[in-house]
């Protein structure tokens, strides 16, 4: 889901914590078509995805986002159950979980070709319960979520039968591009992409 926001407006969200103590802040894209992705932990999940799966994650989402041709800023927060929910209700007026949040501060400029500007949250324990449900490792379900968020940025989305079918089956060709295998798909994933 794509939740579009002034970008002046501030989140009501804490400052997240680096990866790691020694990690520096996202760069920025060496070029305008690159994309340049940054992953911060929630100090409530800091222990729950250690710095070489944030590290895989930022490069498969890199490479996502070269297969896209996209160019700008993605910055993805890795929070808990509680964290969504509270977002999912604040923004959404839903409280429950959810699997992935998009802020798309550029509104929809990336599906016109101009840089995207995004923040996406993904929750790490609908991560872990579905990882464990399709037995594969928490990383590559939280780098699904991550391609899920650059799909609603460059104008997919998933709010019919028709539209969640094509999306989702988006995201799979594109994580079999970049050598991670279909993760979506239940039965036709690839086994063998790991972490």
Known sequence: ?????DPASPSSQDEPEPASPCDD????ALSNNELSV??????????RVDS???AWIIEHARLAGR????AGEMRVRVIDDAEMSKL????????????VMTFDLANGAAAEGKPMDADAHVCVDEATRRASE???PVERELLLYVVHAM???????????DSYARMHAFEDEILERIGVGRTFAVGNRDSEAKP
């Open 151 to 161: 799909l609603h940025c460059v104008g997919h989305d998933d709010h019919d039968d």
């Open 1 to 5: 889901m794509t939740v579009n926001l």
């Open 38 to 47: 940054g992953v911060a932990l929630s100090p409530k999940v800091s222990h």
């Open 52 to 54: 070489s799966g944030i």
């Open 88 to 99: 999912h209700e604040e923004h959404l007026g839903d409280a429950s979980t959810t699997d």
């Open 134 to 136: 399709l037995g594969h």
């Open 25 to 28: 802040p996202p760069e920025r």
């Open 67 to 70: 297969e896209l041709k996209l």
